[in-house]
């Protein structure tokens, strides 16, 4: 089966930053586009960023210039740099892959970006 365990998360100041990690199991890692999507308070999930197997990357524009993400094949993981948060990043970050015909969830790690 496959899993995506996420971790990472924390409360963190504006201003600062937050490197998350998302370790994969049970897919053939480097053929699949990783994502990461954002459930804010009360908020609908969103994707936050993707990165092909290729390496293209596409992100939200709100995050664009903070955040990176970057995937490292041989640890079966992808990251989300997350640097100069705002309180507008807070939430649920989940890691995500489309793969054997469907998706598939981590099961979150939450950032607070607070005062």
């Known amino acids: 089966q496959v899993q995506l365990v996420e971790s990472g998360g924390d409360l963190v100041q504006p201003g600062g930053s937050l490197r998350l990690s998302c370790k994969a199991s049970g897919i053939n890692f480097s053929i699949y586009t990783m994502t990461w999507y954002l459930q804010a308070p009360g908020k609908q999930r969103e994707l936050v960023a993707s990165?092909?197997?290729?390496?293209?990357?596409n992100y939200l524009d709100s995050v664009k210039g903070r955040f990176t993400i970057s995937r490292v094949n041989a640890r079966r993981t992808v990251y989300l740099q997350m640097n100069n948060l705002e309180p507008e990043d807070t939430g649920v970050y989940y890691c995500?892959?489309?793969?054997?015909?469907?998706?598939?969830w981590g099961q979150g790690t939450q950032v607070t970006v607070s005062s």
């Open positions: 995500n892959v489309n793969a054997r015909g469907r998706e598939w």
């Open positions: 990165i092909t197997s290729s390496g293209s990357t």
